[in-house]
Nanobody
C-alpha cells in the first residue's frame, strides 16, 4: 500500500517562504511522476508543479519563478519550495504520485498553507 504524507504547511506573511515535503511509503516512488496540486475554498483543485522520474519539471504559470519542485529518490520524498508567497497562494496543498506502470494516481491528505497580507 502506498501512502503519501505531506508536511511543512502553515501560516506565513506575504513575501515569505515555506517548504513543503511529501514522504512516500512503498516501493513505487522511483517509478512515479510526482506532483503538487492545490485547492482553495470554493475552487477546483489545480496543478501547481510536477516532476518526472527523470527530473523534468513543469509549473503552472502562476508559480513560475517563485516555486521549485524537487525530489530525493534516496529519501522517497518530493519537495515544493515556495518563495515570494502571495495571499492568493492560500490553499490546501496535495501531493500526488502517478505510478507509470499502472498510471494509478495516489494522493496525500493535504497540508494547509495560509498567506496573510
Amino acid at each position: 500500500q502506498v501512502q503519501l504524507v505531506e508536511s511543512g504547511g502553515g501560516l506565513v506573511q506575504a513575501g515569505g517562504s515555506l517548504r513543503l515535503s511529501c514522504a512516500a511509503s512503498g516501493s513505487i516512488f522511483r517509478r512515479s511522476a510526482m506532483g503538487w496540486y492545490r485547492q482553495a475554498p470554493g475552487k477546483q483543485r489545480e496543478l501547481v508543479a510536477t516532476i518526472t522520474t527523470g527530473g523534468n519539471t513543469n509549473y503552472a504559470d502562476f508559480v513560475k519563478g517563485r516555486f521549485t519542485i524537487s525530489r530525493d529518490n534516496d529519501k522517497n520524498t518530493v519537495y515544493l519550495q515556495m518563495n515570494s508567497l502571495k495571499p492568493e497562494d492560500t490553499a490546501v496543498y496535495y501531493c500526488n504520485a502517478v505510478f507509470f506502470v499502472t498510471s494509478y494516481a495516489y494522493w496525500g491528505q493535504g497540508t494547509q498553507v495560509t498567506v496573510s497580507s
